[in-house]
């Protein structure tokens, strides 16, 4: 049974690209929320193996929302990400009790390494996803996630 994980960004077009991506590398997309509040009410009620997290959401934000989710759910392991979590420091990941941050400016493979570390599998299927030649293939390691018509 493959691991499944949680797709929490209030980027709707970026949120299917996420789980396009994650589906791609063999992991399963148990559901989606667009802010902090859905992704509580959904992780409770689909407990993930994974969530990733985006950190700048409107209503909650992700840092309060990853706050709320390890107080009901220690063991799911959170990924923070978003365009400046660059500028989150050890120490904050440390406080908000989340077990990556990660940055949208890192590109997809970025994430999809996160999870396969936090889930504790082997690395082949990030390797296997690299050299797949699809419409995936143009978001390489070192292109940041792509929003569409320019918007943040």
Avoid: W, Y
């Amino acid at each position: 049974m493959s691991k499944s994980v949680l797709i929490v960004d209030d980027n709707a077009s970026l949120r299917m690209l996420l789980r396009s991506f994650i589906e791609r590398a063999g992991f399963r997309v148990c559901g989606e929320a667009g802010n902090g509040r859905e992704a509580i009410e959904r992780a409770l009620q689909l407990r993930p193996d994974l969530i990733l997290l985006d950190l700048s959401m409107p209503e909650m934000n992700g840092a309060d929302a990853a706050s709320v989710l390890k107080h009901h759910l220690p063991q799911i392991p959170i990924i923070l990400f978003g365009l400046h979590a660059d500028d989150l420091g050890d120490d904050i990941r440390q406080a908000l009790n989340v077990e990556k941050v990660v940055s949208k400016l890192h590109g997809m493979h970025a994430v999809l390494e996160s999870i396969t570390t936090l889930l504790g599998l082997p690395e082949p299927q990030t390797r296997a996803l690299k050299e797949t030649p699809t419409a995936s293939r143009s978001l390489s390691e070192s292109q940041p996630i792509g929003f569409p018509c320019g918007t943040s």
